[in-house]
């Protein structure tokens, strides 16, 4: 199941800025990095944030991602048609000694 | 360019087994570690299953604890997904990933189905 909580989902009109939570625990986000994944329909996730804040090479400057004790979020300023997607977090977790991931949150452009 | 590579995906029967396969056609395959993501029919993505670069050290969701075996082939750029005692709740579409909790895991395969059904 999944130990990090993140809305359902969320949307914007084109240009706007959209934020998306995720929420954990000592155990989990508040003792490591937070990673963000992007995945399109019909397709494999891909890596959007890494170690809370970095960009991997070739992903727009319009995401960014912050950290703050137990809980992460993923900013996407001036919002694009192309970001409709479901996003997920994803962090380890020292307590249970593997991975855990968020519920997802799917984007809608509107 | 997709370096990730997943098969060994099939249909069968409760209680069956399988054997994933993920090769690598890129050169840093050793030297990083490796996960197993799942994703459900219109669920959201669990991680299953990590090793080390050196295979020596591994981790498992506790959902496949005990049934699920990870190992690698380091010589073959191959990573590979033992799957025993399937059960219907296993049925999902299977990723590889590349990388770690701190780089995140920034290379995917394209997933390989598995399907539990009598």
């Known amino acids: 199941q999944s130990v990090l909580t993140q809305p359902p989902s969320a949307s914007g009109t084109p240009g706007q800025r959209v934020t998306i939570s995720c929420s954990g625990r000592s155990s989990n986000i508040g003792s490591s990095s937070v990673n963000w994944y992007q995945q399109l329909p019909g397709a494999a996730p891909k890596l959007l944030i890494y170690n809370n804040n970095e960009r991997p090479s070739g992903v727009p400057g319009r995401f960014s991602g912050s950290k703050s004790g137990t809980s992460a979020s993923l900013a996407i300023s001036g919002l694009q048609s192309e970001d409709e997607a479901e996003y997920y977090c994803a962090t380890w977790d020292d307590r249970l000694n593997g991975y855990v991931l968020g519920t997802g949150t799917a984007v809608t452009v509107l | 360019e997709v370096q990730l590579v997943a098969s060994g995906g099939d249909l069968v029967q409760p209680g069956e087994t399988l054997r994933l396969s993920c090769t690598d056609s890129?050169?840093?395959?050793?030297?990083?570690?490796l996960s197993w993501v799942r994703q459900a029919p219109g669920r959201g993505l669990e991680w299953v299953s990590a090793?080390?670069?050196?295979?020596?050290?591994?981790n498992y969701a506790d959902s496949v604890k005990g049934r699920f075996t990870i190992s690698r082939d380091n010589s073959r750029s191959t990573m590979f997904l033992q799957l025993n005692s399937l059960t219907a709740e296993d049925t999902a579409t299977y990723y590889c990933?590349?990388?770690?909790?701190?780089?995140?895991?920034?290379?995917w395969g394209q997933g390989t189905p598995v399907t539990v059904s009598s």
């Open positions: 990933a590349k990388g770690d909790r701190h780089s995140g895991w920034f290379d």
């Open positions: 090793i080390s670069g050196n295979g020596q050290v591994t």
């Open positions: 890129g050169f840093t395959f050793r030297t990083n570690a």
